[in-house]
Nanobody, 123 residues
Framework: QVQLVESGGGLVQAGGSLRLSCAAS????????MGWFRQAPGKEREFVAA????????YYADSVKGRFTISRDNAKNTVYLQMNSLKPEDTAVYYC????????????????WGQGTQVTVSS
C-alpha cells in the first residue's frame, strides 16, 4: 500500500505561482511513476503531468506545457508540481497519483491516489 498526501494548494491571482507537493509513504517510492491530475466541478478528471520512476522522463498536457514543471526527489519520497503563470482555467482540485505501469495520461492506469488539494486562480 502507498499513501499519498498533497499539499500546497490555495488561492492565487492570475499570473501567480504555486508549488504543490505530494509526500509518499508505505512502499518503495522510486518504483512508481507519478502523475498529477486535476478535476473541476462537473468535469472529468484530466491529465496534467507525469514523471517516470527515475525522473528522467516527463510528460505534460498541452494546456500546461511551458508553465508547469513536474519533478521528484526520491530521497525525500516526494513529487512536486511547480505551477507558474496560473490562469483561471487552472482552477481545480489537483490529485497526485502513483502507478507501477509507467507514466500515463489515463487516470485508470494509476494504482494510488492522494486526497487532492484545491487550487483556485482568480482573474
Amino acid at each position: 500500500q502507498v499513501q499519498l498526501v498533497e499539499s500546497g494548494g490555495g488561492l492565487v491571482q492570475a499570473g501567480g505561482s504555486l508549488r504543490l507537493s505530494c509526500a509518499a509513504s508505505g512502499r518503495t517510492f522510486s518504483s512508481y511513476a507519478m502523475g498529477w491530475f486535476r478535476q473541476a466541478p462537473g468535469k472529468e478528471r484530466e491529465f496534467v503531468a507525469a514523471i517516470n520512476w527515475s525522473g528522467r522522463r516527463t510528460y505534460y498536457a498541452d494546456s500546461v506545457k511551458g508553465r508547469f514543471t513536474i519533478s521528484r526527489d526520491n530521497a525525500k519520497n516526494t513529487v512536486y508540481l511547480q505551477m507558474n503563470s496560473l490562469k483561471p482555467e487552472d482552477t481545480a482540485v489537483y490529485y497526485c497519483a502513483a502507478g507501477l505501469r509507467g507514466a500515463d495520461v489515463l487516470p485508470r492506469r494509476y494504482d494510488y491516489w492522494g486526497q487532492g488539494t484545491q487550487v483556485t486562480v482568480s482573474s
